[in-house]
């Protein structure tokens, strides 16, 4: 991820997000917001929207609001989520609330929320679509998980909870930033595809870091969900249901990168590659290594 820190896309992203803070008139919820937009993160979903516009001919200068509206959105999920898991620490540092107090953290949250749909009020009717579709999701994506921690659910539960939990935004990540490139509908939704694939990865391979205990101190809540890891060591030893999983995220991986065959050769597709391959290599080295 060090390399990538340093490329023209996350450059244009962390300099948008200064440009964001420096709007919010009110110091509160300017402090609020800088904690949970600057708190260090892979950033991932914006990334690939940039990329994945640039990926179809697009540039990243019209693709960079719908970016910033992804990440505003995603930053105002994780306040919610740290407060429905009680959350202690996320990426090493107190949750929004345990800094601020719920007041500020919850309207923190509302204030990302509104910005994302002022930063995406200029687009085209398909991406606003997709953004409005991946908000709704998200919030059911959030009942599903909810009550995987009361009770034991199955794997055709547990992949549909991802789906809509954390797929869906990287599934409109990679679908707006090639419709803003203006890309057919069918090129669209081959890319909302891999997107959709990328995403249940990415919960996979954060799954296994939670099942291994990697991350202790970087993430801390007193709420746990039924992960896919749990479920696995219900029927096998703990080195074989880490396997299982690994292998589902292969499986994704494998589709990704046949779908890039559709794409034209360049800097797009090899960063896109190296975004997937920091999934692979994050999975592979830092769980089992």
Known sequence: MTRMQNWKEMRAINEGID???????????????????????????????LIMAELNGGTVEKALNAALGIECIHTASLIQDDILDEGLK???????????????????????????????????????????RMGLELAEGEVLDIKTRRSKTDEAYYLECVRRKTATAFASCFEIGAR???????????????????????????????????????????????????MYL???????AIDACMKQVEKR??????????????????????????????????IKG
Request: hydrophobic share 35%; glycine share 8%.
């Open 234 to 240: 219900e029927t096998m030893p703990r080195e074989q």
């Open 180 to 230: 803003i490139a203006g890309v057919s509908d069918d090129k669209a939704e081959l890319c909302r595809k891999m997107g959709e694939e990328f995403g249940i990865a990415y919960q996979i391979v954060d799954d296994l870091i939670e099942f291994t205990r990697i991350d202790d101190e970087n993430k801390i809540s007193l709420q746990q969900s039924y992960i896919l890891p749990l």
């Open 19 to 49: 440009q964001l803070l420096a709007g919010v008139e009110l110091p509160e919820i300017r402090q609020g917001m800088a904690h949970s937009l600057k708190t260090s993160g892979k950033r991932l979903r914006p990334l690939t929207l």
């Open 90 to 132: 996320r990426r090493g540092e107190l949750t929004s609330h345990e800094k601020f107090g719920i007041f500020i953290a919850t309207v923190s949250a509302d204030y990302l929320i509104s910005r994302a749909v002022m930063l995406y009020s200029g687009y085209d009717a398909k991406s606003i679509e997709a953004f409005g």
């Open 253 to 286: 991986i494998e589709f990704i990168e046949q779908s890039l065959g559709e794409f034209d050769d360049g800097e797009p597709k090899d960063k896109l590659r190296e975004v997937v391959d920091v999934l692979r290599k994050y999975n592979g080295v830092k």
